[in-house]
């Protein structure tokens, strides 16, 4: 069985930091690519950053300068270092894994995880 399991949200004071981390079991994690997304209340689901299955890595604007993406391929886990978070980065945050190279788009996604609560108050 396929699970992805998105933990280390929390309430936040803006420019604070957190880490998020993904724990994936149920496929061959070292294959496929991991993305991180956001959906805030009322507003679409957008992707925050991936990291291919070489290492390649991509943030969305927003969030650029500020996350970092890396994998721990030997525990199946990707992580997303948020500093200098911003009231505006409030939201659920998943995790996804995708198994051709992916773009920040949700389509290109195959599997998804339960989110995790990120609040950030100003």
């Known amino acids: 069985e396929v699970q992805l399991q998105a933990s280390g949200g929390g309430l936040v004071q803006a420019g604070g930091s957190l880490r998020l981390s993904c724990a994936a079991s149920?496929?061959?994690?070292?294959?496929?690519?991991i993305g991180w997304f956001r959906q805030a209340p009322g507003k679409e689901r957008e992707g925050v950053s991936c990291?291919?299955?070489?290492?390649?890595?991509y943030y969305a604007a927003s969030v650029k300068g500020r996350f970092t993406i890396f994998r721990d391929n030997a525990n199946n886990t990707v992580y997303l270092q948020m500093n200098s978070l911003k009231p505006e980065d409030t939201a659920v945050y998943y995790c996804?894994?995708?198994?051709?190279?992916?773009?920040?788009?949700?389509?290109?996604?195959?599997?998804w995880g339960r989110g995790t609560q990120v609040t950030v108050s100003s």
């Open positions: 990291i291919t299955s070489a290492g390649t890595t």
């Open positions: 996804a894994a995708a198994s051709q190279t992916p773009t920040l788009a949700p389509p290109d996604y195959d599997y």
């Open positions: 149920g496929f061959t994690f070292d294959d496929y690519a």
